[in-house]
């Protein structure tokens, strides 16, 4: 498997104030898109990176998806999934954290925390809005966060931990107040979270759902059930749509042949790669890629 598939950035790639061994970041938005350049083309990260915007207007896009950048909203990326972002002429305000899951790990508060949380979890995406109860309770967690920083030491790193876990459970609360509000409720939630776990580790290898329901010891129309209940498709479309996520992942890497993205996910050659990609995608490979060149 190739070791960078597409442009990825480490904390210590930032031109920003960091602590703890590079494992976190955080400070005023403004002039962090200007004193970093070499984010606002498209590109993914090895780290989380939250944005709280006070004020702003533009848009972002994460993994493909284009959302609007309004006041008192934020969102959050993972490690792996690929942004770029465009703001107006005047440049938002905010808070931008950017931390490893090392940095739970070195405080001794395990990093799978993390995968516990509703905010989290792939089912939600894109900018959450805070209601108007809770985002001064949410700027308030921001601020001090960024006030312990300037503290320093191992206990004011301990504290930010602690009120970064607060803030990430208050914007829980927000998702939690959309259609999938009893999403941990359902019957088929476990079932659920290790088919998408399953299908990101397998999904090059493994592209049916048969090979999937083998491993969760159910049958392809239980999964097919279970699929539907959260992605709102089948398995077969939940599987295929992963694989042409990753694809899309790699294309935005442009020093990677067509040929190299072929066999980095197991097809035979680039010619049925091609005929995959157009097939649910309306474009080729070379079309899709040169639609995110920068000019």
């Not at 950017?98 to 405080?107: A, V």
């Not at 599987?239 to 899309?248: F, P, T, V």
């Given at each position: ?10 904390i ?35 780290f ?6 006070r004020?702003?207007s533009?848009q ?37 954290i ?10 001794k ?27 001064a ?7 001090q ?35 999938l ?16 776990q399953?299908t990101?580790?397998?999904?090059r ?23 539907k ?20 992942r ?17 097809f ?28």
């Open positions: 498997m190739a070791q960078h598939v597409y442009p990825s950035f480490d210590c790639n930032l031109n920003t104030d960091k602590i703890l061994k590079d494992l976190i970041s955080i400070e005023p938005f403004g002039g962090y898109v200007s004193r970093n350049p070499h984010l606002q083309g498209i590109h993914t990260h090895s989380y990176h939250l944005t709280y915007f004020k702003g533009g972002h896009t994460i993994d493909f998806h284009t959302f609007p950048v309004r006041n008192d909203s934020f969102y959050i990326m993972k490690p792996g999934q690929v942004h770029n972002w465009e703001f107006s002429a005047e440049e938002a305000e905010g808070i931008v950017n931390f490893s899951p090392l940095f739970f790990d070195t405080l508060l395990s990093s799978a925390l993390l995968v516990q949380l509703p905010v989290l979890e792939d089912i939600h995406s894109g900018t959450i809005p805070f209601s108007d109860a809770d985002k309770k949410a700027w308030s967690i921001l601020e966060i960024l006030r312990e920083k300037q503290e320093g030491g191992k206990q004011s790193a301990l504290y930010m931990a602690t009120l970064l876990l607060q803030f990430l459970i208050l914007a829980g609360r927000q998702v939690q107040s959309t259609d509000a009893n999403a941990t409720e359902h019957i088929h939630y476990a079932a659920f979270r290790q088919f998408e399953l990101d580790l397998h999904y290898q493994k592209k049916l759902p048969k090979e999937y329901a083998e491993m969760m010891f159910v049958s392809t129309h239980q999964l097919n059930v279970i699929s209940s959260f992605s709102g498709v089948p398995a077969g479309t939940y599987i295929r749509n992963r694989l042409l996520l990753e694809a899309k790699l294309l935005v890497n442009f020093g990677m042949h067509i040929n190299e993205i072929a066999f980095e996910l197991d035979s050659d680039a010619s049925n790669f091609g005929k995959f990609f157009k097939k649910y995608t309306g474009m080729t490979p070379e079309q899709f890629r040169n639609a995110y060149k920068p000019e």
